[in-house]
């Protein structure tokens, strides 16, 4: 089977530990090619991964390297200006979440990729954990069957912790200076206080608000913000609860993130390790109770020791082949910068009160 050829722009602290070094170890995939600002770092991460050919921009690649897809770890803050021109190579590109630093701009990259005739996977690392892929087809699965009734509610624990979990320890690092990169445009409805609070929500907790819809299976909104900021409630389309508890705590040294969907009659638990753990999964707890006699059961199934960001990589690769579709698009995605603008609008008022 023909190796995918993969060309990688930014090489920087993401891009090299939690992608690149997954994407190097796959066997169907070939890393060809980093593009990085940095010229000594890219020279450097690509010594240490074997990659043959380096540029100083991204645009330089395009120009000469036969790819079949792109990742390009940048700052969402840009991806604006980036992404309309990485799909002039029409060819797949896999991005980090947020889409876009505002839903005006994320509503341009959509319709960029409407014209480009590919597509855009947004890095949401949480769907391709294999305790959450094990836990969305148990859940579809209970839906369909109606064993332990209808889904009653969605809760999802995330304080802040130590996200990284030694997971720079092998970064490769330079001193050259960080290049300034011009951003997209502030909102003209947002003051500066306002677009600062919301690129730190979205930043943080946007990956909450998107597993939040994929494990309800449909759309959802916003109908209160605790204005403490602990706090998000919404409603699904069909009627059901759902919250994202974001800081009532913090840890230091662990990691405590959580997610609970109730059905009726039982439930089905979900706990993820910090994102830059590698090689250990989450883990998966279902309870069932059906009543009328039955025994009640729980089950807690052994996963593959894949951690997340291994396994988007794969499902990237798969999904350039054809084989699945993307796991998040962009299309998809856009829904979560406007569930976000929704949550501080009304957390905006319900501080002042009004």
Known sequence: ???????????GRMGQCAHLKNYVTLPDCEVVAIAELRTNLAHKVAMRYGISRVYSNHKEMLEKENLDAIVASQPFTIHGQLIPELLSAHIPVFIEKPLASSVETGQKIVEAISKSGTWVMVGYHKRS?????????EIEKLKASGEIGRVSYIRILMPPGDWIASGFSDLIQTEEEYPHLKSDPQPSEMDKATFDNYIKFVNYYIHQVNLMRYLLGESYRVSYADPSGILLIGQSVSGITCCIEMAPYQTTIDWQESVMVAFQRGWVKVELPAPLTCNR??????????????????????????????????????????????????????????????????????????
Not at 129 to 137: E, G, H, I, L, V
Request: hydrophobic share 40%.
């Open 129 to 137: 954990d294999p305790a959450t892929m094990f836990a969305k087809s």
């Open 281 to 354: 999964p989450g883990s998966v707890e279902i309870f069932k109770d059906p009543g009328k006699g039955i025994q009640p059961t729980k089950l807690i199934p052994q996963l593959p020791w894949i951690h997340a960001m291994r396994q988007q990589a794969i499902n990237f690769v798969r999904a350039v082949r054809g084989e699945i579709p993307p796991t998040c698009t962009a299309e998809e995605a856009l829904e979560d910068l406007i569930i976000a603008k929704q949550y501080l609008d009304l957390l905006t008022k319900n501080k002042k009160g009004e």
């Open 1 to 11: 089977m023909k190796k995918i050829r993969v060309g990688f722009v930014g090489a």
